[in-house]
């Protein structure tokens, strides 16, 4: 078992920066890969950014490259998510999940743990 719980959300002017923080409990967590998502109102929930176990590989949605950088201490058992420069429409509830598959991609049925989400709003 792995218990995720995220931080970091809040509300932010267009531009502006947030980091997003997910610390994960129970199973070692330097074996799991990583990924962040984001579900807004009336959407599906969308892959953001994903991690490898080792933190040497990343991938990101093409919507946030350039802006968002996902990064992992195991040491601490935290995985982040760095955004800058954001957008209105970066608004919604994003969320930290693990994988026991090695898999960091954007297929959110190959994540195994979940945790509650935090909500990002950016305004205008």
């Known amino acids: 078992q792995v218990q995720l719980v995220e931080s970091g959300g809040g509300l932010v002017q267009a531009g502006g920066s947030l980091r997003l923080s997910c610390a994960a409990s129970g199973r070692t967590f330097s074996d799991s890969a990583q990924g962040w998502f984001r579900q807004a109102p009336g959407k599906e929930r969308e892959f953001v950014a994903g991690?490898?176990?080792?933190?040497?590989?990343?991938t990101y949605a093409d919507s946030v490259k350039g802006r968002f950088t996902i990064y992992r201490d195991n040491a601490k058992n935290t995985v982040y998510l760095q955004m800058n420069n954001l957008r209105p429409e970066d608004t919604a509830v994003y969320y930290c999940?693990?994988?026991?598959?090695?898999?960091?991609?954007?297929?959110?049925?190959?994540?195994?743990?979940w945790g509650q989400g935090t909500q990002v709003t950016v305004s205008s």
């Open positions: 991690i490898r176990w080792s933190g040497d590989r990343t």
């Open positions: 999940a693990a994988s026991t598959r090695y898999y960091y991609g954007r297929d959110y049925s190959q994540y195994d743990y």
